[in-house]
C-alpha cells in the first residue's frame, strides 16, 4: 500500500453511499464484546482484546464464521442489540451512508435461547433513533442460516411474523458450499408471498449454478457477492440484462482468501462486464474495514478512479429497496458532491 495520502481516499469517504450488505453481527468490535460479556457475566476463552484479535485469522468463509457466531454469543439483552447496532449506524453516518440495509442473523440467537422480541426491540429501536437522530434511512433483511434446515428457517419465520412490518426484505447466508439456494425453496416462496423483498448470498465460494438457484428459484432480486459469476459468461449476461445488482465485498474477499490480494479481485472486471456492482464492508470489525475502507482498498489495489467510484455508489443508490422519490434524491446528491468536489 502506498504511504501518500491519495486526495481520492477523503473523496471516497465522504462520498453519499449506500450500504446493502453488512451483518450487524460482523459489526461488532472486540471492544464491545469484552464490554457486553463483562455487563452479562459471560467468560470469554480470550485473554484480551489482543488475543481475540490475533484469532481473527481467516483461512476460509467456515473458519471465519466459527468465531463470528462465537462473538455474537455476548448478545443477550435488548440494550445488546440495540448498543451493537447504533454503534454501526453512527459509525455509517460518519461515512457519509444515506441508506443502509443490515442483515441479521435471529437463528444465531433464537438457538442460545434469545427471544426474537429482544432481537427485534434492540435493532428497531436503533434504527429508530437512526432516522430520527441522524437522519440516516436504515431498513432490516432478516437472513436465513443456510447450514441449518428448511424447517427451521420456516420456525424463524413465523417467529418474525408479529414484526413483518419492520423487516423489508430476508436473504441466505453462513456456510455456501454444500448447502444450494434450492434447500429453502419454500421458505422464499412464503417469503415472496409476503411481500418481503428477496436477496441471497451467492457465487462467494459457491459455484455459477447458485446464483442461477437464487435468481430462477428464490427469486433473488439481488445476488449478495457473486464474485464468481464471472466463470460462466451466459450467467453475466443475464445478470447485466435484468441489471441485477451485485453486494460485493472486496476486505471479506481477501480476509476469506476467495481472492489472495485486493490486486487480484475482479471487481473492475465486473464493473466492465456491464454488471451493477456495489461496494460494502460486510463484517467489518472482523475484515478490516468499513464501507469506506473497501474504496480505498480498491483505489490502492486496484487503482479505482474518480469516476468509477461515483459509478459504484450510483449502483448502490440503484440497487436499494427504499422507494424511487428517495433513490432519485440520493442519486441527486451524489451527482451535486462530484461536480463540487471533483479532484483535478
Ligand atoms: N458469507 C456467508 N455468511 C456470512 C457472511 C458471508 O460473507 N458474513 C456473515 N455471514
Ligand atoms: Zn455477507
Given amino acids: 500500500m502506498s504511504t501518500a495520502i491519495s486526495p481520492l481516499h477523503d473523496f471516497v469517504r465522504a462520498m453519499p453511499k449506500a450500504e446493502l450488505h453488512v451483518h450487524i453481527e460482523g459489526t461488532l468490535e472486540p ?13 470469554l476463552a480470550y485473554r484480551d482484546i489482543a488475543a481475540l484479535r490475533a484469532a481473527y485469522a481467516f483461512t476460509d468463509l467456515q473458519s471465519f464464521l466459527d468465531i463470528y457466531y462465537a462473538g455474537a454469543s455476548v448478545l443477550r439483552t435488548e440494550q445488546d442489540f440495540y448498543d451493537l447496532a447504533w454503534a454501526y449506524l453512527a459509525g455509517a453516518r460518519a461515512n457519509a451512508v444515506l441508506r443502509t440495509e443490515i442483515f441479521f442473523d435471529p437463528q ?17 429501536r436503533a434504527l ?4 430520527a437522530r441522524l437522519g440516516l434511512s436504515a431498513d432490516l433483511i432478516l437472513c436465513f442460516l443456510r447450514h441449518l434446515s428448511e424447517d427451521s428457517a420456516l420456525e ?12 423489508i426484505g430476508v436473504g441466505l447466508d453462513s456456510g455456501e458450499v454444500g448447502h444450494p439456494p434450492v434447500k429453502f425453496a419454500r421458505v422464499f416462496t412464503r417469503c415472496r408471498d409476503l411481500g418481503l423483498r428477496v436477496v441471497a448470498h451467492a457465487g462467494e465460494e459457491g459455484p455459477p449454478d447458485y446464483i442461477w438457484q437464487a435468481l430462477d428459484i428464490l427469486g433473488a432480486e439481488r445476488i449478495d457477492h457473486g464474485v464468481r459469476a464471472l466463470e460462466d459468461p451466459a450467467l453475466v449476461a443475464r445478470l447485466a440484462r435484468d441489471r441485477v445488482p451485485l453486494t460485493v465485498c472486496p476486505l471479506s474477499n481477501v480476509r476469506l ?18 454488471l451493477v456492482v456495489t461496494v460494502n464492508s460486510d463484517d467489518p470489525a472482523y475484515f478490516g ?14 487503482g479505482l478512479t474518480q469516476d468509477q467510484a461515483v459509478q459504484l455508489a450510483r449502483h448502490g443508490f440503484e440497487a436499494s429497496f427504499a422507494d424511487e422519490t428517495s433513490r432519485a434524491l440520493w442519486q441527486a446528491r451524489l451527482e451535486q458532491y ?7
Fill in 338 to 344: 462530484r461536480d463540487d468536489r471533483t479532484i483535478a
Fill in 31 to 43: 471492544e464491545l464484546i469484552f464490554a457486553l460479556a463483562r455487563r452479562n457475566g459471560i467468560a
Fill in 108 to 124: 444465531s440467537h433464537t438457538a442460545r435461547g434469545v427471544a426474537m422480541a429482544t432481537v427485534m426491540g434492540g435493532l428497531t
Fill in 156 to 167: 424463524t419465520l413465523d417467529q418474525a411474523l408479529p414484526f413483518r412490518e419492520h423487516l
Fill in 289 to 302: 474495514g468499513d464501507i469506506s475502507e473497501n474504496f480505498i482498498g480498491l483505489v490502492e489495489g486496484l
Fill in 128 to 131: 429508530e433513533d437512526a432516522r
Fill in 257 to 274: 482468501q476467495v481472492f489472495p490480494t485486493l490486486a487480484a479481485h475482479n471487481l473492475l472486471r465486473m464493473l466492465d462486464a456491464g
